[in-house]
């Protein structure tokens, strides 16, 4: 990579009107390093992006304002300048011209780490909610693509996604995650796209749903019709799918949508309430009392704990639903405990 200061001049729209570029400094991808194996196409080393293919790194400039900006081109000639790499993946505006169009020759990529630098924030155009991984390996095999990803910065836990279809990533290669959602920019369609985990997509399927998450789900669909975004037709089509699930994923087969992108309805604020007094209960029991007889006092908090745990987790079938709402009580008196030997102890000591 190279970098260099590009003193301020003149430069002509494709409209011909001129206007005045300040120096800034450009930086060409061109001159990589020969450390990337599968990457040895011939790239383009002409300073402007036209006749390039591939991804130029930030600092590549706009040819109608000069502004730094993301690149790319492909074989195909379409080429896209975004301000920003990653969600939303905002469109650099000013290029949206046909007559920039230019012949390309040879080669894909994606943006790689060596497009983002570690140092580099993000600008408050990209969605601070996905955080950026580096691809450190892909499998593909029976049609699914196993991907190993590994934070940006190089500290912190690395991930390992399953998707459904064979990926165009390849090692080094950037993708934004968001909960359960991958984004990444296919090279091959020239535009970003969304995956999803399919091991956790599948996961989130099973789960079964309550009433009330009908009732919610049914209540958005009617936000839906009177934003005029469904016909009457549709919707009854629609409410008999929903009415007929059972599943998460039934839910979201029902209402055409991701299931990782399914909203069920939240807790109930009661629910969250019966939790926080649970809590405050056990913490008395054990700082008025000790040993045993804090245990048989801390009791009905731990009956309330667990009520409410297992009225927090309707999605749970009723047999795992009970040993959690249990388990959680149990593993409760730790933090319970502790505070309230605190308070005892602060007690004691006036
Ligand atoms: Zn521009």
Not at 207 to 218: A, G, K, N, Y
Not at 299 to 315: E, K, Q, S
Request: hydrophobic content about 45%.
């Amino acid at each position: 990579m190279t970098t260099y200061r590009r003193r301020g001049h003149w430069r002509t729209r494709s409209s011909g009107t001129r206007h005045w570029v300040t120096t800034h400094h450009v930086t060409r991808s061109s001159a990589r390093p020969a450390t990337s194996p599968g990457r040895s196409h011939p790239r383009s080393s002409s300073p402007a992006p036209s006749g390039a293919v591939g991804w130029i790194s930030p600092n590549a400039s706009c040819p109608v304002c000069g502004a730094a900006v993301y690149f790319y081109a492909n074989e195909h000639g379409s080429r896209v300048f975004f301000d920003e790499l990653g969600p939303p993946w905002p469109k650099h505006p000013c290029t949206d011209n046909p007559a920039l169009h230019a012949t390309t020759a040879g080669g894909r990529q994606a943006p790689s780490i060596r497009d983002l630098g570690v140092a580099r924030r993000p600008s408050d155009m990209r969605d601070r909610a996905w955080k950026a991984y580096a691809v450190k390996g892909i499998a593909i095999e029976d049609g699914r693509s196993s991907i190993a990803l590994q934070p940006l910065n190089g500290a912190g836990r690395g991930l390992s996604w399953t998707v459904s279809r064979p990926l165009s990533l390849r090692a080094d290669d950037i993708v934004f995650v968001r909960a359960q959602q991958m984004s990444y920019f296919d090279a091959d369609a020239c535009e970003p796209a969304i995956v999803e985990d399919a091991r956790r997509a599948a996961e989130i399927a099973r789960r079964l749903i309550t009433e009330r998450d009908r009732q919610h789900v049914l209540a958005a669909i009617a936000g839906r019709v009177a934003a005029g975004e469904m016909t009457p037709d549709e919707v009854a089509e629609v409410t008999v799918a929903v009415r007929a699930a059972r599943t998460r994923g039934e839910l979201a087969a029902a209402i055409r949508i991701r299931v990782t992108d399914l909203t069920v309805a939240p807790p109930r604020r009661g629910d969250l309430w019966l939790l926080a007094i649970a809590f405050v209960l056990m913490v008395g029991a054990t700082s008025a009392a000790e040993g045993g007889r804090s245990f048989l006092m801390m009791l009905p908090g731990l009956l309330l704990m667990a009520t409410a745990v297992y009225r927090l987790n309707p999605d749970l079938e009723r047999g795992a639903r009970v040993v959690f709402a249990v388990l959680t009580a149990v593993v409760a008196i730790c933090p319970a405990g502790a505070l309230g030997g605190a308070i005892q102890v602060e007690i004691l000591q006036r």
